[in-house]
């Protein structure tokens, strides 16, 4: 039973603890709530482990700051490394729906060229994969959130989005104007999953600026009420409070379970004809060297020692500036403009790659945190800058981070609660990573004192960790094929953002959910091969509108081809 939004008018059909079900899927996030709803509408029987709870919208969820930490992944991490992440609410989520619940929803695809970034540049890697590939996914998931945005986008591949923009906001306005100023070309009222008019059951955004507390009007897109209904009216069970620790190895050389941890922290199995797992970039290689047996020494599905390598963060610095006039940053969704402008790589920089500018639009409690980290504003001086709150404007730039080895999820000595090795994540920033990030900040404090801020600061930081069990044609380099499999272990999939091979400057949300699609639909093309056979079909799926949430597919306006 969901909250009101989601309600879903029939018991949630339940497996016995016993009964072998065809898929158990790790995580029911992002991209897990995907390949839910697509694997029990194609008819499989699945279930979902979720480490956190099934949300009910009304029940669990506050406007308010401080009473939504519960969203988040805050168990023990150690982070280390000459550059350390910060790990907790600015990454990763917890509960049916993970981090699309608390996500700014961005949703910019992924250009042509990221899949290719090593034969253009020489560095970082390529995909197995080409952006025509992944291209009638972006489609399909734009429609199904839905992406709000421009008719007209002008970078990457140039495409139009199926719902008409949102107004701007305060925030909006201002990097418009610091844009316009510099003759740099901006899209304005998205592309966004935000609903900017009703749509099925959903009302529209109300505008005020609880997206990353959740959104509980429910027009924000997250896949707690865009897929897990759909999925749970045709068939699925997600088991929430329930956390994975272990992959289960037969002596086939095949998996054929998980043993799970309920909420009162007891040991269960599940028997699975295969395994997916949709962790996240920190869990899933957590999970994976958790699972280390014989023949798997070093981590299950390791033998290319890749899992845990090549983890990625972007590049988040925040530029805040002081307006005179009022900007009232909360009053509209943090995400509504952006540029892509300086995304690709260009000879005349010093570094390969690039950055996009968004709007962010922190509440009270975030801009106070800001404000310490910028201007090391405490006591009297950090009650003034709050109270100075509503002339503040926030831009984000969102810079491309490359991947290496030796930024990577270890394990620890300490454990957690249940008794599992908890994950030590180790980062390092290089020359290029450096170089693009003075750039990127130059340029964004440019455009703030353009649009006309008295006063600019900066708070450097990171955004959107993906990597660490990536995807390749070569399984000397990487842990997945291109459909997700594993290299090592025919009836293991990963569906999640750890299997990118690089991340561009585009907010990974909609790339994540799309891979998922197309995962799922690689899935159903197999049918019951993937349980039988060790043989590796590679041919390209056909893409299964029809398993599409009801009511998505077909709707908007036509886009631009
Ligand atoms: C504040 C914030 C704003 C963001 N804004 C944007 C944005 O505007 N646009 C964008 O594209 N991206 C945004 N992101 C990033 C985006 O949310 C993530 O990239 C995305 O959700 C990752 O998807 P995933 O499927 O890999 O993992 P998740 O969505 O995190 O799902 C993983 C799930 O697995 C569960 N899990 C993990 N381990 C286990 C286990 N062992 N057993 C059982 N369950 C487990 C977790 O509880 C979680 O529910 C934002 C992130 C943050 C923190
Ligand atoms: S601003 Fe819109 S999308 Fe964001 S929380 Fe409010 S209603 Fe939801």
């Known amino acids: 039973m969901l909250g009101s939004l989601q309600h879903i008018d029939l018991p949630m059909r339940k497996f016995k603890e016993l009964e072998e079900v065809d898929y158990v899927i790790v995580g029911v996030g992002s991209a897990g709530g995907v390949l839910l709803q697509r694997l029990a509408r194609a008819g499989f029987n699945v279930v979902g482990l979720e480490a956190g709870p099934l949300w009910d919208t009304e029940r669990d969820w506050v406007s308010d700051e401080a009473g939504s930490h519960e969203l988040y992944w805050e168990d023990p991490r150690v982070t280390g490394g000459t550059d350390p992440l910060a790990l907790g609410a600015n990454n990763c989520g917890r509960g049916v729906g993970g981090g699309s619940v608390h996500w700014a929803a961005f949703t910019p695809r992924l250009h042509p060229s990221d899949f290719e970034v090593y034969t253009r540049d020489g560095v970082g890697s390529d995909w197995p994969i080409t952006y025509e590939e992944i291209r009638p996914y972006y489609e399909q998931l734009e429609l199904e959130m ?32 610091g844009c316009s100023a510099l003759n740099i070309p901006v899209s304005i009222g998205g592309p ?19 997206c990353i507390q959740g959104c509980k009007v429910g027009a ?39 043993h799970y941890f309920d909420k009162d922290g007891k040991e269960h199995f599940q028997c699975a004809k295969s ?13 994976l060297l958790n699972s280390a047996c014989s023949g798997f020494e070093h981590g299950l599905a390791n033998l290319s020692d890749t899992v845990g390598r090549y983890l990625m963060a972007q590049a988040g610095t925040v530029v805040l500036g002081r307006f005179d ?12 403009a952006l540029t892509e402008e300086f995304y690709e790589t260009d000879p005349k920089n010093d570094f390969a790659r ?22 090391k504003a405490w006591g009297w001086g950090l009650r003034r800058e709050m109270m100075d709150y509503n002339h503040w404007a926030s831009f984000g730039l969102l810079g491309e981070i490359l991947p290496w080895p030796e930024n990577r999820v270890t394990l620890d000595e300490e454990k957690d609660r249940f008794g599992l090795p ?36 900066h708070e450097a930081r990171y955004a959107h960790l993906v990597g660490a069990a990536r995807m390749g044609s070569d399984p000397r380099t990487s842990v997945v094929d291109k459909f997700g499999r594993s290299h090592d272990i025919p009836n293991l999939f990963i569906c999640d ?20 699609a197309r995962t799922a639909d690689y899935l159903i093309s197999q049918g019951d091969r993937v349980f039988t056979s060790n043989d590796r079909n590679m041919a390209t799926p056909p893409i299964r509108r029809e398993f599409a949430p009801p009511e998505t597919w077909g709707k908007g306006v036509p886009r631009l081809t």
């Open 497 to 516: 953002g750890s299997i990118m091979p690089t991340q561009g400057s585009a907010n990974p949300g909609l790339t994540i959910q799309a891979l998922a």
């Open 275 to 287: 395994v997916i797992l949709c962790g996240y970039a920190i869990e899933t290689p957590r999970l």
């Open 422 to 457: 908890i994950a030590h994540v180790s980062f390092n920033l290089h020359e290029n990573d450096k170089r693009l990030i003075k750039a990127a900040t130059e340029k964004t404090v440019e455009v703030m004192h353009a649009a006309g801020a008295a006063e600019v600061v």
């Open 325 to 336: 006039q009022l900007v009232r940053m909360y009053k509209a969704p943090p995400a509504h």
């Open 354 to 375: 690039g950055f996009a500018i968004q709007t962010v639009g922190p509440l009270p409690l975030a801009f106070g945190k800001q404000m310490v980290a910028a201007k």
């Open 192 to 210: 966004v999953a935000i609903l900017s008019g009703s749509h099925g059951d959903r009302p529209h955004c109300i505008y005020r600026g609880f």
């Open 220 to 258: 924000k897109a997250s896949t707690l009420i865009t897929h897990v209904p759909d999925a749970l009216h045709s068939g699925a069970e997600i088991r929430d409070h329930s956390m994975v620790g272990r992959v289960s190895l037969g002596k086939d050389g095949r998996v054929n379970g998980v």
């Open 146 to 177: 839905p992406v709000a945005g421009p008719a007209y986008y002008p970078w990457g591949h140039p495409h139009g989005y199926p719902y008409g923009p949102h107004p701007m906001g305060g925030v909006g306005n201002a990097l418009i104007r």
